[in-house]
């Protein structure tokens, strides 16, 4: 059976159970809490020793045969291209069409997430190149930790040959054991989707945020079904890019459900490699980045959530440079994301609430219940992102083998 099938299955009998089991029953909501985490821990469970080792083979290889700049720099502008199309997409939405104002609240502000950049920084060179591995969270130092020791078995390939040897076998053993948590993810998406459901039912029976969401929604059709292929199509000379598509169909499902870029990362990666074609050392590379930095969907939805936010306290109109103000600071924002796996979007938007200031630190508050759904999106979005980016990166540096539709997992 297909896996966008298993996926598929369990995610409806999630969103069944979640109207069989009563919501209001605290016992039952922390079962179904726990279930759900544990599905995504398991889904988390290999993504260090996969990147680990299967960058440092994807390295070692690029760096041999002379792609590896190439590689990156194609990497980079997919990254930042897409963060932009979707940026830009946002704000356009938001600002042709003015949503319903959100009642205000009077819920007084808690301490606020933030997003220190010298902590950040320091992390991606800790005291201990271990240290790199250690966290599951923050996946930019075990990426460059695996890049230097793959970049140093090119130096001396006689020395280096059985740790090439060892690094290769433990890449392919991982991937193996990646596939098996993946299949069985499938199971486990039973309670992922049903904790989502649980907590999303009180935001769709208030009906205060079904114009953002649809709004949301109509933004994700048009970049999944038209936007990105439009790319593919002229980008890669593509004749039929809505393949992209049908193989990210799992990746979304699992990203908008869990709402996590660590659990989709391992999803992407799998049909990266077995439904496009992608050869392992560009998907590797470009999905790990991609994971890391490529959060156009956080761009996009604190755009729309923060204009929101202003037009439900003030009926003022917005001047060019305010514009070009959270066009920056939302773009700015969303590549240093990286170390907040989950819930990274409505951080983004208390920063950007708190920087904006005059008077407007509190705005957060009036998405806040509505944050498990705008993360969602946000997740949706990057997941599909990654598909149609690395895709982009394998046809132009030429890594890439034709599969034919029949055999897409």
């Not at 083979?57 to 720099?73: D, E, G, W």
């Not at 356009?92 to 997003?115: A, W």
């Not at 029976?205 to 199509?233: E, G, H, N, V």
């Not at 509505?370 to 979005?381: D, E, H, M, T, Y």
Request: hydrophobic share 55%; with cysteine; glycine share 6%.
């Amino acid at each position: 059976m297909k896996v966008w099938i298993k996926y598929l299955i369990g995610i409806a009998l999630g969103l069944a159970a979640a109207f069989i089991i009563p919501s209001a029953n605290p016992a039952a909501t922390a079962v179904i809490s726990a279930a759900s985490e544990f599905a995504i821990r398991a889904a988390r469970y290999t993504v260090l020793p996969l990147m680990f080792f299967g960058v440092s083979m994807a390295v070692f290889k690029l760096r041999n045969s002379n792609q590896l700049t190439k590689t990156a720099l194609w990497t980079i502008g997919a990254i930042l291209g897409t963060t932009l199309i979707l940026t830009v997409l946002g704000l356009i939405s938001i600002l042709i069409f003015k949503l319903p104002r959100i009642p205000i609240t009077g819920e007084k502000m808690t301490d606020l997430p933030s997003i220190v950049l010298k902590k950040m920084i320091m992390q991606i060179l800790p005291y201990s190149g271990f240290n790199s591995i250690a966290d599951g969270a923050y996946l930019l130092p075990c990426f460059i930790f695996a890049g230097f020791a793959g970049a140093g078995c090119t130096t001396d390939q006689v020395a280096s040959k059985p740790l090439v040897s060892f690094l290769d076998s433990a890449a392919k053993v991982c991937y193996s054991i990646m596939t098996f948590f993946i299949e069985w993810v499938s199971i486990g998406m039973i309670a992922i989707a049903c904790y989502w459901m649980v907590s999303a039912k009180a935001i769709f029976a208030s009906r205060i945020y079904t114009p953002l969401i649809l709004m949301l929604t109509i933004d994700f059709i048009l970049a999944i079904a038209l936007i990105y292929p439009l790319i593919i199509r002229f980008l890669c000379n593509d004749l039929h890019p809505m393949h992209v598509l049908f193989a990210s169909i799992t990746p979304i499902l699992a990203a908008f459900f869990s709402a996590d870029s660590n659990m989709s990362l391992p999803v992407n990666l799998r049909h990266a490699r077995e439904s496009l074609g992608q050869h392992q050392q560009a998907a590797d590379v470009s999905v790990s980045l991609f994971s890391i930095f490529g959060r156009g969907g956080s761009a996009l939805v604190t755009a729309i959530c923060f204009v929101t936010i202003l037009r439900s306290y003030s009926s003022l109109g917005f001047t060019a440079f305010d514009v070009v103000w959270i066009f920056i600071t939302t773009f700015a924002i969303s590549l240093v994301l990286g170390a907040i796996p989950q819930g990274g979007t409505f951080v983004a938007l208390t920063v950007l609430c708190t920087m904006y200031s005059r008077g407007f630190e509190a705005g957060y508050l009036l998405l806040k219940p509505a944050a498990p759904i705008l993360c969602s999106f946000a997740a949706a979005f990057d997941a599909a992102s990654a598909m149609f980016g690395s895709y982009v990166v394998a046809v132009k540096t030429k890594q890439f083998e034709h599969v034919e539709l029949k055999h897409y997992i």
